[in-house]
Structure formats: structure tokens, C-alpha cells
């Protein structure tokens, strides 16, 4: 008789206890914990910053030109509550009187002007952008006149151009006939004012200038001079394309500036012989003959002009990205 034999069963194993830690699949497919990053106050929290900014902006531009916009449908006339409805009879009067586009003509004297003031501070800002001694000076001397007051300014020419004054002083002192009304007559009056605005706001352009070409990497200038680039091939090939940008910018201020000037001949001649411009005309029909609708549709004339004129400047010479390295 066989004697059968079984081997004694193996206790079952303990149950694997499940792990607190959840899986990578878990974690990625399970509901995100809401944090500091989901916060509704996270997301609106920019346009906080942006609140004080922009209300500034809309109250003191984006209004005021809305209600210049409304005035030059109205023949109000700045005083009076009543404000008639007028149509377009402002606009239609300010096409038909050649007499108010006729200043636009002194505005090429500073056009001109403005052309010299972009050529000088360039020249200064290309020369004083290399080693050269007592450069901090010299650039200082250049922007020093955009920082004083434009008021300050057309009071000081004012006494410099007159009859007897600095100007004629100095060209008695050199040998020269001095006896001139420089203000007398619109061809020198205007040539005057548009010397000054050159000597004012040169400055501004050479900073603008100044800080494109400083932003240039030095390993350009290095490698043009081992090459044996002379001074103006420097200019030529490197700063000229670099400064692109900068020199559109600067051609745009100086088209709006020559249309808008102000400030100069308001004060030293107030417009007379024949150097009213087209933004003292609207001051006068303004303030002198109480037309604020009719100065009202000038000045948004004017802003349409500039619009236009930058609109096609910028079709004309798009900005390109410069990439020299």
C-alpha cells in the first residue's frame, strides 16, 4: 500500500498595501490643485496696474480730442453755454478761404530747418561716439539748448535778433554791415525762427542719434578696423543700417514739429510779418475772434495732415529689423 504524502500548503501572501503617494498617470490626469495661479484677482491684477494709466490717458487726451472733434461741428464760440449745430459749414469754410491753408507755406522754412538739424546732430553724434577728449563736454554743450524752456528761449533771440542787438554787435565787431531788421521782413524773420528751432531742438535729435549708435556691439567696430575700414565706411556699413529705425523716428518729429510749430514765433513775433504759422492762426481764431468751432475744425485738420503725412512716410520706409551680428 502506497502511503501518499502532501506537502503541507503555503499561507497566502499579505495583501501589498496600497501606496499613499499617487502615480506620475495620477498626478497628471487628476484635477489640478487650485492655486495662487488660478486665482481670478492673479489674472485682472495687471489691468489694476494699468487702471491709473489709462484713465489719465482717456481724461486728458482721448476726451479733449472728442470734444474738439464735437466743437468743430458747432459755431461755438467759447464763451457762450449755446452750441449750435452746424454740420460740416466750418470745414467747408476753412477749404474755401485760400487765406488759412496759406501759412502752411512758412511751414517749409522749418521743414528745411529741420532737415539741417537732423544732418548736424547726426555729424556730432557719429564723431562724438568714438574715443575723443572732452567728448562728455561736447555732448553736453549740444543738448544743453533742448532743456531750456521754449518761453526762455524766444525772449533770448528775440533780443539777439533785434535792431542794434547781439547779432548786429557781433558783425560790427567782425567788419560786417550790420544794419538789418532780421525781423522785419518774412524772408530773414523766417529764416530767424527756423535758425532758432535748429539751435533748440538739435539736442534731441543728437540723444536719439547718440544712444542707437552706442548700442552697437563693439566687436563691429573691432572687426571693421582689422579689416582697415577707414571712419566713413564704419558709418557707411554699419552705423547707418543700425540706426535706421532711429532716423525714421527723427524724420517723423521733424515733418509733425515743422507743421506744428508754436512756441518760437508766437513769442517773438506773434505772427506778424507774415511767420504765422498754422497752429498760431488757430490760436487767434480761438481766443482773438471767439471762432472755437471754426479753430476747433483747423486743429482737426492738422492732426489729420500729420496723420496722413506719418501714415505715408511709414509705407514709404517701413522699418526693417537690422541684424549686423
Known amino acids: 500500500m502506497t502511503r501518499i504524502t502532501t506537502s503541507p500548503t ?25 492655486g495662487r495661479r488660478g486665482h481670478p484677482l492673479r489674472r485682472i491684477t495687471p489691468w489694476l496696474f494699468l487702471l491709473v494709466p489709462l484713465a489719465l490717458l482717456i481724461t486728458f487726451t482721448y476726451v479733449p480730442v472728442g470734444n474738439m472733434i464735437y466743437y468743430s461741428f458747432t459755431d461755438w464760440d467759447g464763451v457762450s453755454p449755446d452750441r449750435d ?3 460740416v459749414d466750418n470745414y467747408t469754410q476753412l477749404f474755401t478761404r485760400p487765406e488759412l491753408f496759406r501759412v502752411f507755406a512758412v511751414s517749409f522754412y522749418y521743414l528745411a530747418a529741420s532737415v539741417v538739424q537732423i544732418a548736424v546732430a547726426l555729424y556730432f553724434a557719429t564723431v562724438l561716439s568714438f574715443d575723443l577728449r572732452f567728448r562728455n563736454l561736447f555732448k553736453g554743450i549740444l543738448f544743453f539748448p533742448y532743456l531750456i524752456n521754449g518761453v526762455a ?15 548786429d554787435s557781433i ?4 567788419g560786417v554791415d550790420g544794419d538789418h531788421a532780421w525781423l522785419g521782413d518774412p524772408e530773414s524773420a523766417n529764416t530767424s525762427l527756423a535758425g532758432v528751432s535748429v539751435w533748440r531742438f538739435t ?9 542707437a549708435i552706442q548700442s552697437i556691439p563693439g566687436e563691429l567696430y573691432e572687426a571693421a578696423q582689422l579689416d582697415g575700414a577707414s571712419r566713413w565706411q564704419q558709418f557707411r556699413h554699419i552705423i547707418a543700417p543700425s540706426i535706421r529705425p532711429v532716423l525714421s523716428l527723427s524724420v517723423i518729429l521733424a515733418v509733425s514739429g515743422s507743421l506744428s510749430v508754436f512756441e518760437i514765433p508766437y513769442i517773438m513775433t506773434g505772427g506778424a510779418t507774415e511767420t504765422s504759422t498754422f497752429v498760431i492762426q488757430t490760436i487767434k481764431l480761438a ?36 541684424d549686423l551680428v
Open 203 to 211: 539736442g534731441l535729435n543728437f540723444v536719439l542719434f547718440l544712444g
Open 171 to 174: 558783425l560790427s565787431f567782425l
Open 85 to 87: 449745430y452746424v454740420g
Open 153 to 167: 528761449i524766444g525772449f533770448v533771440f528775440l533780443y539777439f535778433f533785434q535792431d542794434g542787438g547781439t547779432l
Open 287 to 322: 481766443f482773438q475772434f471767439n471762432k472755437t468751432g471754426l479753430a476747433s475744425a483747423c486743429a482737426v485738420v492738422l492732426l489729420l495732415i500729420i496723420l496722413l503725412i506719418t501714415w505715408i512716410q511709414r509705407r514709404l520706409v517701413p522699418d526693417e529689423k537690422v
Open 10 to 34: 503555503a499561507p497566502p501572501a499579505p495583501a501589498a498595501e496600497p501606496d499613499p503617494r499617487p502615480t506620475r498617470r495620477s498626478r497628471r490626469s487628476g484635477a489640478r490643485p487650485r
